[in-house]
């Protein structure tokens, strides 16, 4: 399968490394990059809309345009910009800016920028350019040429109308069975009869669809339209499919499966919610599809395929089940060769129906807010262009190795925990059933775990045609988290090559890079990297295997930053914030998951700390993509929020109401509810005013910052005690009042002082959850503590990072102890082996061990910070001595990588185009410090700014440098 092919800038930056003679003793040191004395001119690259390259068919009349720049001169940055938006190829390639031509303009903005031209009607299609001029007032090269195109703006756009098969069927009764109605397949034909300029296809489902043009599969998106709450709103999205269109006869089809929309979500069935509290029929009971195909001749005129009452549609085709999460069973004696092609004959079809015209169907739904009629009948929903990056199928794992634990059954280890599906290689006799299971670890006699999935049946199956030629199969409406995979019923002995693991999720381009010293800790960045990326699918989901799968808010915020840190998500919040934002109950409060299908603990939906996440994710997408236009959108929203907290809190005080997630999972300490809420509270209005200032709402900055202020002296008031000791005496307690900023200045080294006594009196160990974890270490380095933060990063102890590595983990766990090797498994009712929340740790690898942080939003000017532990001879495992990072940030590739050597330090730094980085270098004096091996005085675009003990604090521009200083042991 095809991957992206690498970024330039990552060439680029390849070109600018070359080999340092290796430091003896340090093992597996890598050489630093030696800066480059070449100058070169600025290059605009990377070219977004809306943060998404050439999207199709968004909805924002002035959306967002980017740019980064790249130059091989140090210093450099941009003075004026001139960006040309024309609508042809042809007009863009002369220079013509018909839709929008800036003209030339000073500033440094390369992100953000709005576009401010002609007004943008339906279907406009957007051909732009950039070029920049560099510090010395030099135009650089146009950049190369991007595309995008509007969608269907008004709901009088679309003719096609809501289509959907006479669904007779009664609604399901019984939680003990499962009820799996196959996906219907849809047809229509039409004629071509002119040359075409341009075809495009604009689609949605109330489930999931996948359309098909004269045989061919439209797009590689799957799980289209996304999820969002269908009573209300479904997502569109739009492919071009101008090379599709034959002259003559055309075919045009999709595949409907039932998808969040009414097939099982969540624990849904495990806990008897939704209609007839089977799990099922969330949103509503019968699938539907709205396709609009409009062609544009070369001539000028225009031709519109519509989804109508003349569509075919059937189930009579291979796909016998197909469940989100409870798999997908595939007969391949039913395959319908030629039903996407033309001339096919459909005899034995039905004709295809209004989908309001099934009817109304109402039901009884229940979840933890009680009993409820409600409609599952067709409810026409508004269309929103889809704004997030889709999911794909993104790389192909090979399985390690095959077992067999009993005869004829067969494990797939791909030595990977992922999110996906498993494709299979099969040849065999017609009719010969396939199945295939999937978990996450194996129990210690070597057969599958499943106890962890719960309810969900995670099963599929294939049904052989009896092929001579052999047989490959992939399902398309289900996936799946798992390592292992289980064969069973397969002809003969298969090879390894039977099964092969096809990673799936959002196509949130991966940003970053991270080794160091410590192999265990490379681990496990890789584990996180690797569990965002099993969990960014559609929604950030609390875990890809069991019955759940939810975007649940806590895990979200907590884990936001560090997101950012390994992949490009600033589309993919974007999409989701729009869920969140829809999900907000009519109180004011954020519910614990979005979308929000079921009422899920206490009938009031929220829970302090989960709900915050409203606030703390739009607050994380600003700061590292500069990202106001997230605050504004959310912004009425937001306010509606913090009235809620204040209603609920009319002393300002903490209370415990609602659902009491708390410091989830932590092991040991106890953190009260109210006391957790006492900090969010003041948390969330403290973002609220910085975002508020951010958007120049000054009247709600002054407002939020009076709120902050008042929360936190009842916060002094009723918890800090003059010693700095806190009331509540747990770790998560200091972690998030330090973190927050509640301690009074006088109060805080006490504070500090008492979190790591605290951890030391726990054999040095962690006693956080969810919530205290994130902070821990950012807060312990922050306050004098860096060796403390250090080693508990680098422990194998329980409860820690490593101790899951040394434990065998490929993902980060759920809980502190999934799994031991001597043990086994911690309750399986509630035991992921691919949850993030533990991963936020990444943050503080970035931040305070590699140092990359952002100065201000969006990485206009930037932090190098490296962070290394203190060289401890005693201490095992051995201080992190080395790191090597590099992060792509909106403005462009950061690299920090540092080693020490006894007293002797090196740090290579490349900041990119158009930024600034105070650098923070350990050195004990400033005589010494070379950089490229001149003294600091003759380095090019290096500017000294002070001594701080134990470090240099230095000015840099953008470009590759290489420090060495003498610095403390
Ligand atoms: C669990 C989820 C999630 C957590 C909630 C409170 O079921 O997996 O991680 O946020 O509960």
Redesign the pocket.
């Known amino acids: 399968m095809p991957r992206r092919s690498p970024h330039p800038a990552c060439a680029l930056a390849a070109l600018l490394l070359f080999l340092l003679v290796p430091v003896a003793g340090a093992p597996a040191a890598r050489p630093l990059p030696r800066p480059s004395r070449k100058a070169g001119p600025l290059h605009p690259l990377d070219l977004r809309c809306e943060y998404r390259a050439d999207p199709l068919g968004i909805d924002k009349t002035a959306p967002r345009l980017s740019w980064k720049l790249e130059s091989g001169r140090r210093g450099e940055r941009q003075t004026a910009y001139r960006l040309l938006v024309a609508s042809s190829r042809e007009k863009l390639a002369r220079e013509e800016g018909d839709l929008w031509d800036t003209g030339k303009v000073a500033g440094d903005q390369t992100s953000g920028l709005a576009y401010g031209g002609r007004p943008l009607t339906s279907r406009t299609a957007c051909f732009w350019k950039v070029r920049a001029w560099d510090a010395k007032g030099e135009p650089s090269a146009w950049s190369e040429p991007a595309t995008w195109s509007m969608g269907l703006l008004k709901r009088e756009d679309w003719q096609a109308e809501w289509i959907s098969y006479r669904d007779e069927a009664p609604l399901h009764k019984s939680r003990d069975a499962l009820y799996l109605p196959p996906p219907r397949l849809y047809r229509t034909e039409f004629r071509a009869e002119k040359p075409v300029r341009r075809a495009v296809v604009y689609a949605s489902a109330l489930g999931i669809y996948e359309l098909h043009l004269n045989g061919k599969r439209v797009g590689d998106a799957l799980f289209t339209p996304g999820w969002s709450d269908y009573r209300r709103r479904a997502y569109y999205n739009a492919y071009d499919v101008t090379s599709l269109i034959a002259g003559g006869a055309n075919a045009l089809g999709a595949v409907v499966a039932e998808g969040w929309y009414s097939g099982y979500v969540g624990y849904g069935l495990l806990v008897g919610y939704g209609p007839n509290r089977v799990g099922r029929y969330f949103y509503g009971k019968t699938p539907a599809l709205l396709a609009q195909l409009e062609i544009e001749y070369a001539d000028g005129s225009r031709q519109t395929v519509a989804s109508g009452r003349e569509w075919k549609v059937t189930d009579r085709q291979p796909i016998r089940e197909a469940d989100i999460i409870m798999g997908e069973t595939h007969d391949a004696r039913l395959e319908l060769p030629g039903w996407d092609r033309p001339g096919f004959d459909t005899a034995g079809w039905a004709t295809a129906i209004r989908a309001a015209e099934n009817g109304s169907t109402r039901a009884v739904y229940s979840d933890s807010a009680g009993d409820r009629e409600v409609e599952l009948g067709f409810v026409e929903p508004r269309l929103q262009a889809y704004s997030g990056p889709p999911i794909r199928s993104i790389e192909e794992i090979k399985p390690v190795r095959m077992l067999e634990p009993q005869p004829g059954t067969y494990i797939f280890d791909l030595g990977q925990n992922i999110s996906g599906v498993a494709r299979l290689k099969v040849k065999g006799p017609v009719g010969t059933r396939v199945q295939l299971r999937f978990g996450e670890m194996l129990h210690q006699d070597g057969r599958l775990m499943t106890e962890n999935l719960r309810r969900a049946r995670a099963t599929d199956a294939y049904i052989l045609r009896g092929d001579p030629e052999g047989e490959t199969w992939q399902p398309r409406f289900t996936y799946h988290g798992f390592q292992y995979v289980e064969l069973t019923g397969y002809p003969g002995k298969p090879g390894l090559d039977a099964v092969t693991g096809i990673v799936q999720h959002s196509d949130t381009p991966l940003a970053s890079s991270f080794e160091c010293s410590d192999p265990v800790m490379t681990r496990f960045y890789q584990n996180a990297v690797w569990t965002q990326r099993a969990n960014f699918f559609e929604v950030p989901t609390?875990?890809p295997q069991r019955d759940?799968r939810l975007g649940?808010m806590?895990?979200a915020q907590i884990y936001a930053r560090a997101a950012t840190y390994h992949a490009d998500v600033a589309a993919f919040f974007t999409k989701w914030m729009d869920d969140v934002t829809e999900a907000q109950l009519p109180n004011g409060a954020y519910p614990?998951y979005a979308p929000y299908p079921m009422f899920h603990g206490s009938a009031a939906g929220y829970g302090t700390a989960?709900t915050d996440a409203g606030i703390i994710c739009p607050y994380e997408i600003y700061r590292a993509y500069g990202d106001t236009e997230i605050i504004r959108r959310h912004w009425y929203s937001m306010k509606r929020f913090l009235a809620f907290r204040k209603r609920r809190s009319p002393t300002l005080r903490g209370v415990a109401a609602g659902n009491g997630?708390g410091d989830?999972l932590a092991v040991g300490q106890n953190t009260p509810i109210e006391f957790v809420d006492a900090a969010y509270f003041a948390y969330s209005a403290k973002l609220m005013a910085e975002m508020a200032e951010a958007i120049g709402a000054e009247a709600d900055a002054a407002e939020y910052r009076k709120l902050f202020a008042d929360v936190r002296a009842r916060f002094t008031e009723d918890y800090v005690q003059p010693d700095g000791r806190l009331k509540v005496d747990t770790q998560t307690a200091y972690a998030l009042g330090l973190w927050v900023g509640l301690f009074p200045e006088a109060q805080r080294p006490g504070a500090a002082a008492r979190l790591a006594e605290m951890v030391g009196a726990n054999n040095g160990r962690m006693a956080t959850g969810?919530l205290g974890t994130r902070p821990l270490l950012p807060v312990l380095t922050a306050n004098g503590q860096h060796e403390l933060a250090g080693r508990l990063f680098q422990s194998r102890e329980f409860p820690s990072w490593g101790y899951e590595v040394v434990n065998g983990a490929t993902s980060v766990w759920?809980r502190w102890n999934s799994y031991t090797k001597e043990g086994g498994f911690h309750n399986p009712s509630?035991n992921?082996f691919s949850?993030y929340?533990f991963g936020a740790v990444t943050e503080w690898m970035f931040q305070s061990l590699a140092g990359i942080d952002t100065d201000g939003p969006g990485y206009r000017r930037i932090i190098i910070r490296p962070g290394p532990p203190a060289a401890d001879a005693g201490r095992k495992p051995e201080p992190v001595h080395w790191v090597k990072a590099s992060y792509d940030s909106i403005q462009g590739k950061i690299a920090s990588e540092w080693r020490r050597d006894g007293g002797k330090f090196e740090l290579a730094v490349t900041v990119p185009a158009n930024t600034t980085a105070t650098v923070y270098l350990p050195a004990s004096r400033r005589a010494g410090i070379t950089e490229g091996g001149r003294s600091l005085d003759r380095a090019e675009a290096v500017r000294f700014l002070r001594m701080e003990p134990g470090r240099a604090v230095l000015e840099i521009g953008s470009g590759t440098y290489r420090f060495v200083s003498q610095a403390e042991k």
């Open positions: 609390d875990c759940e649940w806590g895990d614990d989960w997630w989830w969810f759920e509630m992921s949850h929340a």
